[in-house]
């Protein structure tokens, strides 16, 4: 070998070895520990997703309704899965998931999964959702991100011993952009630390879209999947961005998207009969990100309308209670309402989405709705049960600064 050819290789070699620790660096904060949503029956399956720098030989998740000590030959069920990558994002890292199904409801189950190398992970657990009646808690609010103050308020929400946490938009304000992975990992991160059960349960997530989850530089003719990479590819539930899941006899949650992938008008039909799918449940609690009554932006906003236009009358026909506002950062009750008017009988919007973000002052004007509102981060604990429903706002210094509760 000639000088030139020593040179070259040297020079090959370092470079090999600049992109190769530069592959690990990106790997370095890869979410440290599974995380859960559900694509199907909280109280039957649970949906367990980890993150691999490279793909496991096998996606395999090991689970019992007992500790095992981490020793995956000791438990007595076993779920095999898939393996999937994010388009485009750099470190080409492994998303791995599997459903878990034919679970006991109202039961703590314990897990390991098989690592890149095959061998077992750490033991985690968690609790399916009780299907006999009992109360079901969760905490919910919306517009994150991964600062400080989503932690002191995560901190607080963990308090609660919450069954599972809705987010309803605004997630961890990467804006949809493959480039801003690092936003992602550390938001879940931070609640792998922060949002723990007791006994070290994971609390399993619901997530609503948000306009910060969708890229603007993406056409909107494209796939959601092309336009709000990681809110697809990084959380499984179902594979779209209007949902509805049912937490045992009392209460279901119905994920809307406030026209960031998908326009109102095209749920309609959906919302409509996945409404009447529930009229035997008493507490149908609507989630989406853009408010019908906002506390900051304008009321007459083109999204706010067509929701009032589209979404409300439906919401008012199949006898909804209370919906979850999110996108103004900042907290908000308004009076019930039904047909546009103050009413006893009418829905109670809760908002506005600030579990974590900057508190945005109210824009007072005309806004006749309201029955409080304040600049103040904050999230709600709310708890639904046969008899009645019961919400109360938290904000960062562990104060409750909002009651509100509908008996039957």
Excluded at 58 to 83: I, M, N
Excluded at 91 to 115: C, I, K, M, Q, W
Excluded at 164 to 187: L, M, P
Excluded at 198 to 212: C, D, F, S
């Amino acid at each position: 070998m000639n000088r030139r050819e020593f040179l070259q290789s040297t020079a090959v070699a370092a470079a090999s070895g600049y992109v190769l620790l530069h592959m690990r660096a990106a790997h370095a904060d890869l979410p440290k520990r599974p995380y859960l949503t559900w694509q199907n029956d909280p109280c039957t399956t649970m949906t367990v997703t980890f993150q691999t720098a490279t793909a496991p030989k096998g996606v395999v998740v090991h689970y019992d309704t007992e500790p095992r000590g981490g020793e995956a030959g000791r438990h007595s069920f076993h779920a095999a899965g898939a393996t999937t990558r994010v388009g485009g994002l750099a470190d080409g890292r492994s998303v791995n998931t599997a459903e878990l199904a034919g679970l006991r409801p109202g039961t703590r189950h314990y897990f390991v999964f098989e690592d890149e190398t095959g061998r077992a992970s750490s033991e985690y657990c968690f609790d399916t959702i009780p299907d006999d009646g009992r109360p079901v808690t969760f905490v919910i609010g919306g517009d994150m991100g991964a600062g400080p103050r989503m932690r002191k308020l995560t901190d607080l929400a963990a308090r609660q011993d919450p069954l599972f946490c809705v987010v309803g938009g605004d997630i961890h304000y990467e804006n949809g952009d493959i480039r801003e992975f690092q936003a992602v990992d550390d938001w879940l991160n931070m609640m792998a630390e922060s949002l723990v059960g007791k006994g070290g349960r994971i609390v399993p997530m619901v997530l609503a879209i948000g306009n910060h989850e969708v890229s603007k530089d993406v056409a909107e003719s494209e796939p959601g999947e092309r336009r709000a990479p990681f809110y697809y590819g990084f959380y499984p539930q179902g594979g779209k961005s209007h949902f509805s899941r049912r937490f045992g006899p009392n209460l279901a949650i119905v994920c809307l998207d406030s026209e960031h992938i998908v326009p109102v008008e095209a749920q309609t039909e959906w919302l409509k009969n996945t409404l009447q799918s529930y009229a035997d449940v008493p507490f149908v609690c609507p989630v989406y990100h853009v408010p019908m009554y906002p506390a900051h932006r304008e009321f007459a906003g083109n999204v706010s309308m067509k929701e009032r236009s589209l979404w409300q009358p439906l919401f008012e026909k199949h006898h909804v209670r209370v919906c979850f506002e999110n996108h103004d950062h900042l907290f908000k009750r308004t009076k019930p309402l039904l047909n546009s008017e103050e009413n006893p009988d009418g829905i109670v919007y809760l908002g506005d989405g600030c579990f974590g973000r900057d508190p945005r002052e109210v824009n007072e004007g005309n806004r006749w709705y309201l029955e409080k509102a304040s600049q103040t981060a904050h999230f709600w604990t709310v708890t639904a049960e046969k008899g009645g429903i019961t919400c109360v706002a938290t904000d960062e210094d562990g104060n409750e600064i909002d009651r509100w509760s509908k008996s039957l």
